[in-house]
């Protein structure tokens, strides 16, 4: 096991290290820390009592721990430890080279080592977009570290493989997974005019109004990281190009989907499939709700969490 006091540094003691440009959260107990874990150091926001019950918020493409700010104080408000990464090659984590450092098996296995950072052998595990197949992942490679899995807008990886293969409608959808395969023309295109790809990206497949301009500055910033835009880049061409399938395909933990119906870029007739591969789960549907849900109705999300980490 990780020991906490071998992979926690403080962030002022690295002076290459940027200082942040988000403020955390008000919350009595909160910090910014830096982890060692597999190989690689992240950068954490964790807040709560260590003694209460973990939990662990993973971001998406192309966020940042940020995307969890407004969930941070009601979850430790009804009692959980809470621990959000910026995971490796977003933000202020650690960037490594290549494409290898972001197989799916290192991404799952630094969410083990995180956990272990807090003494713990498990913890329940919340995903969005990349973070929820992360999460996916994990339950399937790692099950003994997933006490119970909350996913948002991504399906099992067995249906999605399944389901790119066989329907043209998510085919489609899918254009920009193989746009980012190509060498060096998707990170131009994506850092192009001050990233107005990521920008139109939130802004024009969300609801009116979820994201406003300090937002966006905030991932702006994210995004203009040395070697960010790269690193995030190489998670899907890890995906394609170094896929390794996990030895099972059931989920063990209790799981809860969350899925915003009006997700322009995955179909949501991969929602209910996915739960044909879970031994315990349950699906709420947003029916207006788009794949940026997190960010449309926290309070709705924050509520239906609770109510699954509770049961």
């Known amino acids: 096991m990780v020991k906490k006091a071998d992979s926690i540094t403080s962030e002022h003691t690295g002076a290459s290290r940027p200082d942040s440009h988000v403020p955390l959260p008000n919350v009595s107990s909160i ?21 209460d019950p973990l939990v662990v918020l993973l971001h998406g493409f192309p966020e940042f721990w940020y995307e969890w700010h407004d969930y941070i104080e009601p979850l430790i408000d009804a009692g959980y430890r809470v621990l959000v990464p910026d995971q490796r090659g ?25 956990i272990a950072t807090e ?18 992942d994990l339950a399937l490679r790692h099950p003994d570290a997933v006490e119970r899995l909350g996913i948002i807008n991504v399906p099992h990886p067995t249906v999605f493989e399944r389901v790119l293969t066989s329907n043209l409608t998510q085919l489609r959808n899918s254009w920009y997974m193989f746009f980012l395969q190509l060498p060096r023309l998707p990170e131009w295109y994506l850092g192009r005019n001050d990233y107005e790809f990521l920008v139109a990206t939130m802004r024009e497949k969300a609801q009116s109004g ?9 991932y702006q910033t994210a995004w203009a990281a040395d070697g960010a835009v790269k690193a995030m880049i190489n998670w899907y061409r890890a995906l394609f190009r170094h896929g390794e399938e996990p030895p099972r395909e059931r989920v063990r933990a209790p799981t809860l989907i969350i899925w915003g119906e009006n997700d322009q870029a995955l179909i949501p007739e991969m929602a209910p499939e996915s739960l044909d591969y879970c031994d315990s789960g349950s699906l709420e549907r947003i029916s207006d709700g788009t794949h940026w ?13 609770l109510t699954h980490l509770k049961s």
């Open 31 to 51: 910090e910014s820390s830096f982890r060692e874990v597999n190989g690689v150091c992240l950068h954490v926001v964790a807040a709560g009592d260590p003694d």
């Open 90 to 114: 977003y933000n202020r984590s650690e960037k490594l080279p290549g494409i290898r450092p972001y197989r799916i098996t290192e991404l799952s296995e630094d969410i083990v080592d995180l």
């Open 119 to 136: 003494d713990c052998d498990s913890a329940h595990v919340i995903g969005h977009d990349f973070g929820a197949a992360i999460g996916w």
């Open 210 to 218: 979820t994201f406003d301009e300090t937002d966006f500055e905030r």
């Open 293 to 305: 849900v997190p960010h449309e109705y926290p309070g709705r999300i924050t509520d239906l969490l």
